[in-house]
């Protein structure tokens, strides 16, 4: 086996004595060496049955945005327990919201040899760079949930994720219908920059675009956050325009809810006074349908573990692979949330 790092007898079977001494070339599964190290119980090495086992299983490093919402939190705990449930190790690291964090991690990854590296891009523009030096060290990269704007598709392998622009035209088709074609609208953006503030806002200005009595007359960033969303929604229904606003549009549920709580402190009614239409269909979501103070969540399905480490599986069986994969998802208005809300898993 030429090239291969095989343990010596007496020597405890970890990553490092699995590694290949020559540079694999990128998008080769570097995988294969570790199986091959696991072959050296042909060479008379003796290894437990758990060190095999764990040997015949890639090492996945995972670069997660933050914990900025519950969609995040699920997708989260979504990607941990089927890594468990797998037997993968995991080395997962939380960005908190910051792309220079989510680099800082990536190369973490390369620096610890991982197989595979996944990640959910806070932004889409900036990755060059590190995405080059992680094809540069041989690791395949799947991209999930957002996506990144590269000019070489060969940084990454796939991408498995939700159709952003599709949410937001869903959000602007009910709206048309529910308001009838007529409503001043006050928008709540994604974080600056990332794949579904910009796709969420375009799907749904292309939906209610032939309709002169829409006009989004506030919009403003909420961060994806309950608290900024909030803050956000206060200044809005405090701004000289404030009292007009009929509508809000929110690009993810955790800014609703943050500003049902400012229209309530402003004494108004939300979903009565202000239709409230918003994007990832979390519990907190169908519970304030259920009240009465949302009428509408466009559901983007947080739950793509299994998913993932399926690609995982083909990614080091060096199947080949669409650029893009979809993850399915439906519309709840008030009427169905009763109904939906004690099956939903988020
Ligand atoms: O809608 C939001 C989260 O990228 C689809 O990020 C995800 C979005 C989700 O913070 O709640």
């Known amino acids: ?151 070489d598709p060969s940084l990454f392998v ?39 503030a910009i796709d969420r806002k375009k799907g749904f200005e292309e939906a209610i675009a032939g309709q002169a009595g829409m006009k989004i007359i506030k919009s403003q960033s909420g961060d994806f956050t309950r608290a900024k969303g909030k803050e956000v929604m206060e200044t809005f229904l405090k701004s000289p325009e404030g009292k007009s606003i009929n509508v809000l549009y929110a690009h993810n549920d955790d800014m609703a809810l943050g500003a049902i709580q400012a229209i309530e402190e402003a004494g108004l009614k939300p979903g009565t006074d202000i239709v409230i239409v918003s994007i990832d269909g979390v519990k907190g979501a169908f519970e304030a349908m259920v009240a009465g103070k949302l009428n509408c969540t466009v559901e983007c399905n947080p739950l793509i573990g299994a998913q993932l480490f399926d690609l995982v599986a083909d990614v080091v069986a060096g199947k080949t692979l669409p650029k893009r994969i979809a993850v399915e998802e439906g519309l709840y208005d008030q009427s169905q949330a009763a109904a939906a809300l004690p099956s939903r898993q988020y």
Do not use: Y
């Open 1 to 151: 086996m030429p090239g291969l790092a095989l343990p010596r007898p007496g020597q405890t079977l970890n990553r490092s004595t699995l590694r290949t001494t020559r540079p694999l070339s990128p998008m080769t599964p570097k995988f294969t060496s570790r199986l091959l190290a696991a072959a050296g119980l042909f060479a008379g090495v003796f290894f437990t049955t758990a060190q095999v086992a764990a040997a015949d299983k890639p090492v996945v490093g995972f670069s997660q945005i933050g914990a900025e919402s519950a969609w995040r939190t699920a997708n989260t705990d979504s990607i941990k327990g089927e890594a468990a449930k797998r037997g993968i190790t995991l080395k997962f690291a939380d960005a908190q919201q910051k792309q220079e964090n989510q680099i800082k991690a990536l190369r973490s990854f390369i620096a610890q040899n991982v197989d595979v590296i996944a990640f959910s891009p806070v932004v889409e523009t900036g990755w060059e760079p590190v995405l080059r030096e992680i094809k540069k060290a041989g690791i395949p990269v799947i991209l999930t949930d957002r996506a990144v704007k590269v000019s």
């Open 158 to 196: 796939t991408f498995v994720g939700s159709d952003f622009v599709e949410e937001g035209r869903r959000a602007g088709k009910w709206l048309v219908e529910k308001t009838k074609g007529q409503a001043v609208i006050a928008e709540l953006v994604g974080t600056p920059g990332s794949a579904p």
